[in-house]
């Protein structure tokens, strides 16, 4: 409702109970900012030097009130003063309601650390001038939308990477994935029953090798009869006719034999997520 009343008239203006409850009616229709602004919203004022907080105008659940100021406290109340008038038939009645927002506490009170001072519409419309268009902002959730993609792997228990630097420099979210110390990785495979199971370890870093694994080869040879031997192993021996055969030691110690490819070492690091 819009009111324009021309109170500056000559013959007497009839200040009658109906007009004076359309001005309240109309003056009521301000509170409309209260709403608009927010509940605990500083609209003018309230300036804090040191202790101290100017007077100004704040919204309270959608009341636009006045608030005194004064020295800092952590909360406010509404105070409301009821203001009486002597009618024209003599007798006194509550005309007049008076709220003022004060520091300290009431029936209900409000942190005052809670009250939010908001922008003007000048810093509003040069920040929204400053700000991403439309197109960036679609832009901007299309590469959001394929980095989500990008990273869905990277979850708890799901990925490990090579990580060349110290332990104590391992970024926040992540952790050292112990599983994976002394082992490389190996894609599973699940025609092979050797790398069927997920997770599972094998191999070894060193290994000898049994009789059976040696290759399957012999050596024969025929001497001539003057080279018949002594009679000790490593000398010829006589086997009947003209054939003579010699033992031949392998030189070896039964050592096991280096299992290890060509490395580098590295720490593998894993994601560590809340």
């Given at each position: 409702?819009?009111l ?8 007497g ?62 909360t ?13 038939d003599?007798?006194?009645?509550i ?7 004060k ?34 902002l679609?832009?901007?959730k ?7 993609l ?15 630097k ?10 050292e ?19 069927l ?63 290890i ?13 809340p």
């Amino acid at each position: 409702m819009k009111l324009n009343i021309n109170f500056l008239q000559t013959g007497g203006v009839p200040l009658t109970n109906d007009l004076m409850s359309d001005i309240m009616e109309a003056i009521k229709f301000y509170d409309v900012l209260g709403d608009l602004a927010g509940h605990l919203t500083i609209l003018s004022g309230c300036l804090i030097t040191g202790s101290n907080v100017s007077p100004g105008v704040v919204a309270i659940n959608g009341e636009i009130l006045y608030f005194e100021g004064g020295s800092i406290v952590s909360t406010v109340y509404i105070h409301t003063e009821q203001i009486p008038k002597t009618f024209q038939d003599q007798t006194d009645k509550i005309l007049i309601e008076k709220k003022i927002v004060k520091f300290g506490s009431g029936a209900v009170s409000y942190n005052w650390d809670d009250f939010f001072r908001l922008k003007t519409l000048e810093e509003i419309q040069t920040r929204a001038f400053k700000s991403a268009s439309q197109s960036d902002l679609d832009a901007i959730k299309q590469d959001v939308e394929l980095l989500k993609l990008k990273t869905a792997p990277i979850v708890n228990g799901g990925i490990a990477w090579a990580w060349f630097k110290p332990l104590n420099e391992i970024p926040a979210g992540w952790k050292e994935c112990t599983d994976i110390r002394g082992k490389v990785i190996v894609g599973l495979d699940p025609n092979d029953p050797d790398f069927l199971n997920l997770k599972s370890t094998l191999g070894t870093k060193t290994h000898t090798l049994t009789k059976p694994e040696l290759p399957d080869f012999g050596l024969s040879f025929q001497l001539g009869l003057e080279k018949v031997g002594t009679g000790n192993r490593n000398a010829l021996s006589r086997q009947g006719g003209n054939e003579y055969t010699q033992w031949i030691s392998s030189g070896g110690s039964n050592q096991p034999h280096n299992n290890i490819q060509p490395s580098i070492i590295a720490y593998f690091i894993e994601p560590n997520l809340p």
